[in-house]
């Protein structure tokens, strides 16, 4: 686990992730050794496969501790590598989108 994030508020979640949205898909193709982001958009899959999976474990865990800003920690860690992978595989915000807007029928 990362340190724990100090004095988080609360803010929009549409432009926070459209924004986020944005920083992932600018770094794409950038330098690896100055973006964590790139080099994960660059590596083999693999990588990002492991990092999701580790991700959804720490969040689980943080879960069963119930602890609320390890849980909303671990979350973001995993929203962050699941929007990469998404870009990664030319997978966009707004199909996201229309495949979780079907799925509210």
Do not use: P
Not at 4 to 31: C, H, M, P, W, Y
Not at 62 to 84: G, T
Request: overall charge negative; some cysteine; glycine content about 4%.
């Amino acid at each position: 686990m990362g340190e724990r994030t100090d004095n988080v508020e609360n803010a929009d979640f549409g432009t926070t992730l459209e924004q986020l949205v944005a920083i992932i898909k600018s770094r794409r193709g950038t330098d690896v050794s100055l973006s964590y982001t790139a080099l994960l958009l660059a590596q083999h899959e693999d990588k990002l496969c492991r990092k999701i999976i580790e991700e959804a474990t720490e969040m689980v865990l943080a879960m069963k501790d119930e602890d609320h800003d390890h849980i909303r920690y671990e979350a973001a860690d995993l929203i962050y590598h699941v929007l990469v992978s998404l870009e990664r595989f030319g997978i966009t915000a707004e199909e996201l989108a229309g495949e979780l807007k079907a799925r509210m029928k």
